[in-house]
């Protein structure tokens, strides 16, 4: 992987992005938001990427997707 890439993928997020949420058995989970991710993605690859979802559950409180 091109170093310029490897650095814009690994460069931590603004802690101002990063949001909580009460998680199973009262863990409190981090993360940020999707759209994030994706000019994450066009900043690293241009338009030279995709994502397709292999699975998803529709649980009570959430959607849990596994993607590649």
């Not at 000019?39 to 590649?68: M, N, P, Y």
Request: charged share 30%; glycine share 8%; no cysteine.
């Amino acid at each position: 992987m091109d170093q310029k890439v490897q650095d814009v993928l690994e460069r931590p997020f603004p802690a101002e992005l990063v949001r909580t949420r009460k998680g199973s058995f009262g863990k409190e989970l981090s993360y940020v938001e999707v759209a994030h991710y994706i000019r994450r993605l066009i900043e690293a690859f241009g338009g030279d990427w995709s994502f397709v979802v292999l699975e998803h559950q529709v649980l009570d409180t959430e959607v849990v997707v596994l993607g590649r």
